[in-house]
């Protein structure tokens, strides 16, 4: 990663200028050279800021192209982007939100959110989605889309993670201390988090220590974490596999699904993209890809989940082409922990005979 300061007087005229020198050195960094007798090249995301367009501060326009160079990474790599004026802005909102995020966890502004998954046979909810909000003391409560980057890029995202796998082994005790049906609880995990060192270690410690059963939890893996076959992301699949976790593959088909892995790791479930779902109605592709995504599940003994459910015939698709288990809005949206018990029982979820009257009884209070 480095910095290329162009004199705009001496060469450069403006933005297309600067994007064609942009076009340059990406083309410079793609010339293949040699590492210990092998071809490799490397590809480049290039972020431009414009001075005095977009400031006249140093530090303020290196932070500029810093955020246009992750804005070009997040849109496929190997590009370049501009900073805009609105930029500015949002660097800023960046930036606080990076410092308020530090703080969030010991203060406890986080909180879960349950969204029911339900086998599509009889509609039976025996697992659900944990899903992050955090409760921000200024902004409201916050989506994950609009912190969990930023988590990401700051490291925050490792104990905010630690602090959701802690939460969720806590809400199964609480469930299971109520008496009432416990659902298995599937957890996202975000690929900085899988890539930290022995997070396998750090998922047994805190099963152990809340004494979960580990047949409770499943993990959601995104395409992301596992695109790097290496040796550690092997040991790691295996290791959690050991412990007795379920695993689980996001966003299914979304990002670079790569077919291979589906074999080579042990996975147990695979959670078709919502973007797949949401077309069903009114793509044939879409319709020929989740059926497609439906019978490798199969083939390779996977429970497939189809995410984002929003109507009566994605759902009498979904069906109708075994897909096991469905979770989307047309059932529920993600609801307190509270809720759920309700929801289980009213869906027909085994439980002993002593904590169905609880639960009825929690059903009749939830209303
Ligand atoms: P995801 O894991 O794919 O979760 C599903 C998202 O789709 C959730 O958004 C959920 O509220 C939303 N959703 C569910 N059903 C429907 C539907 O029928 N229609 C529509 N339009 N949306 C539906 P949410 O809660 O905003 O989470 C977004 C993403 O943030 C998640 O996508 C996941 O990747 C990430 N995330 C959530 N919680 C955590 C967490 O604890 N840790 C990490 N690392 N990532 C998390
Ligand atoms: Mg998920
Ligand atoms: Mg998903």
């Known amino acids: 990663r480095g910095h290329v300061f162009t004199d705009q007087h001496e060469h450069v005229q403006g933005p297309l200028e600067a994007e064609a020198v942009a076009r340059n050195i990406r083309a410079a960094q793609q010339e293949p050279f040699e590492v210990g007798g092998r071809p490799v090249s490397v590809s480049a995301s290039v972020g431009i800021t414009i001075c005095p367009a977009d400031g006249t501060d140093p530090v303020a326009l290196l932070n500029n192209a810093d955020i246009a160079m992750y804005r070009a990474k997040e849109q496929g790599r190997n590009t370049a982007k501009f900073s805009t004026p609105t930029m500015h802005e949002e660097i800023l909102s960046y930036h606080r939100l990076e410092t308020d995020l530090k703080e969030a966890v010991g203060r406890g502004q986080f909180e879960l959110l349950y969204q029911p998954q339900l086998r599509l ?15 921000h003391p200024e902004r409201g409560r916050l989506s994950p889309g609009e912190f969990i980057t930023v988590a990401e890029e700051s490291g925050h995202i ?9 939460e969720v082994c806590r809400q199964l005790k609480r469930w299971e201390g109520a008496g009432v049906p416990v659902p298995r609880v599937a957890i996202n995990v975000s690929a900085v988090q899988f890539r930290q ?3 396998h270690d750090v998922v047994r410690g805190v099963l152990e220590s809340h004494a979960v059963d580990p047949e409770l939890i499943e993990l959601e893996l995104t395409e992301h974490s596992l695109m790097e076959d290496t040796q550690g992301t092997r040991e790691c699949l295996r290791a959690l596999k050991n412990i007795g976790v379920r695993l689980a593959i996001d966003d299914f088909g979304a990002g670079y699904s790569c077919l291979a892995y589906l074999r080579q790791f042990p996975l147990d479930v695979l959670k078709i993209d919502r973007s797949f779902v949401s ?9 020929a890809i989740c059926s497609a995504i439906l019978s490798i599940a199969h083939r390779l003994s996977l429970d497939a989940v189809a995410e984002g459910i929003e109507s009566e015939k994605q759902l009498a698709f979904l069906t109708r082409n075994d897909c096991l288990y469905g979770q989307g809005f047309y059932f529920s949206e993600p609801v307190a922990a ?9 869906s027909g979820a085994q439980a002993t005979r002593r904590r169905r009257v609880t639960s009825r009884r929690l059903a009749a209070k939830a209303g």
Do not use: C, K, N, Y
């Open 121 to 135: 046979a009889d509609q039976r909810v025996d697992a659900v989605e944990a899903l992050l909000r955090w409760q």
């Open 158 to 166: 490792i104990p905010v993670g630690l602090w959701v796998i802690e």
């Open 338 to 346: 509270d809720r759920i018990a309700a929801l289980m029982v009213q």
């Open 197 to 199: 060192r022995g997070f």
């Open 279 to 287: 077309d069903l109605e009114t793509s044939l592709d879409a319709q």
